[in-house]
C-alpha cells in the first residue's frame, strides 16, 4: 500500500509539473502574442494526450507543430467536402485556392517537425511562417470576390494554432 501511495504521489506531481509547462508556456506565448489567446492554447495542448507528458519546450513545441498539422488536415478535408458539394465554378475555385493553401501548409508543417526534431530551429521557424499563411490566404481568395468564406471557423482554429507552433519555435532560440 505504502508503495501505491508512493506511486500515485509521483504521477500526480508529474502531471502536476507537465501542466504547468504547458499553462506557463501558454501564458508567455499568449502575453506577447496578442492573436494567441491563452485559452484555446491550454486547451489545444489538453486535448492531445501526448502533451501531459512534455517534459520540455522542445517537446511542447513539436506538439504544437503536429496540431497544427492535424488541424491543416481537418480543414482540407473540409474543404474537399465543400468542393464535392459546391455547383458554383468561381466558389469552387476559391476552395481550389484554399485546397492548394493546405496543402502546402502540411507539407511545410511536416518539414518543420523534422526540423524541431533535429534542432535545426531557424530552419522550423521559415516553415511555419511559411505554412502560417494558409488561413489568411484561404480568406484573402474568398474576400477579393466579395464572397464569404465557408471556412472561417476552421481558418480561426488553425491560424491561431500554427502561429503557436511559430511562437513555441521562437522560443526557442531565446
Known sequence: MRTFCYLLLISLFTSL???????????????SHPNIAYD??????KSYNASSQAAD????????????????????????????????QPRKNRLDVCMEEYSNAIDELGNAE???EAERDIDAQIFLSAALDAASNCEDAFSEAEDACPL??????????AAIALAMVAALRR
Do not use: P
Open 57 to 88: 519546450q522542445r517537446t511542447l513545441a513539436m506538439i504544437a507543430s503536429r496540431l497544427a498539422n492535424s488541424t491543416a488536415a481537418k480543414t482540407e478535408a473540409r474543404i474537399q467536402q465543400l468542393m464535392d458539394e459546391e455547383k458554383n
Open 40 to 45: 484555446f492554447c491550454v486547451s489545444s495542448f
Open 152 to 161: 472561417a471557423t476552421e481558418d480561426g482554429e488553425y491560424g491561431q494554432m
Open 17 to 31: 509539473c507537465n501542466a504547468s509547462i504547458v499553462e506557463e508556456t501558454c501564458k508567455n506565448i499568449s502575453s
Open 114 to 116: 523534422q526540423a524541431i
